[in-house]
């Protein structure tokens, strides 16, 4: 499920005066999308043969608190296997607009090989990766700008990010997009033939999130 963010915005300007009620969260996987787009390094010598991807965390378990309006006091819990990461889905894939829309099943499983490597994620002894989130700050009355730390690979980046939030029944939907890179994780993109095929230092995430009251 890719989800489309022109709705989510026309939605907001219709809801300007409303508003997330405080209490606490759980997360729906099966309703969210948690995605990350790698892209070729345009450097490389053989960059015109490669392809972007997108990988999915599809099984991951997160809650979240909000105590006041203002956004004092929340916290976002989120973690997701490694090994249970999806890549290049046809469904992700045409989401993307990518120009190849598909990938053979024997083509995935080598990248999926590949991305679980011990020059990679190395899921072997990093087999989570999580996400915290432990101060909040209304911006706007939808908005929030999020202070959050990433856990990859057993090294932590910390960052900030603005989230947009949309009450839906009983809970809320939230988006937002940012992005960070592969050292910020301790490891280079993948790369082949002495470099010539090589992916971008680059993480895009794409978020959109589900959440129902406890």
Not at 81 to 95: F, H, I, M, N, S
Not at 114 to 140: G, N, T
């Amino acid at each position: 499920m890719i989800v489309n963010f022109l709705p989510l915005l026309v939605l907001a300007a219709q809801t300007q005066t409303a508003s997330i009620s405080p209490g606490n969260y759980g997360l729906v996987p099966e309703q969210s999308d948690l995605l990350v787009k790698v892209s070729p390094d345009s450097g490389a010598m053989l960059a015109g043969m490669m392809h972007a991807h997108v990988i999915r965390a599809s099984s991951f378990i997160g809650n979240f608190s909000l105590p006041d309006i203002s956004g004092k006091g929340c916290t976002l819990l989120l973690s997701t296997p490694v090994k249970g990461l999806e890549v290049d889905l046809d469904t992700d894939r045409a989401g993307m607009r990518f120009k190849e829309k598909k990938l053979d099943a024997d083509d995935r499983k080598t990248i999926k090989e590949h991305m679980l490597a011990e020059d990679q994620l190395f899921s072997q002894k990093y087999p989570q990766i999580s996400l915290k989130v432990d101060s909040c700050k209304q911006i706007k009355s939808l908005n929030y700008q999020m202070r959050a730390t990433l856990k990859v690979r057993g090294k932590a980046k910390s960052f900030t990010f603005v989230a947009q939030f949309l009450p839906e029944g009983g809970g809320f939907s939230a988006t937002t997009r940012f992005a960070l890179k592969h050292q910020d994780f301790g490891f280079e993109p993948y790369s082949t033939a002495l470099g010539a095929v090589r992916n971008g230092q680059k993480l895009e995430f794409i978020v959109a999130l589900k959440a129902v009251r406890k």
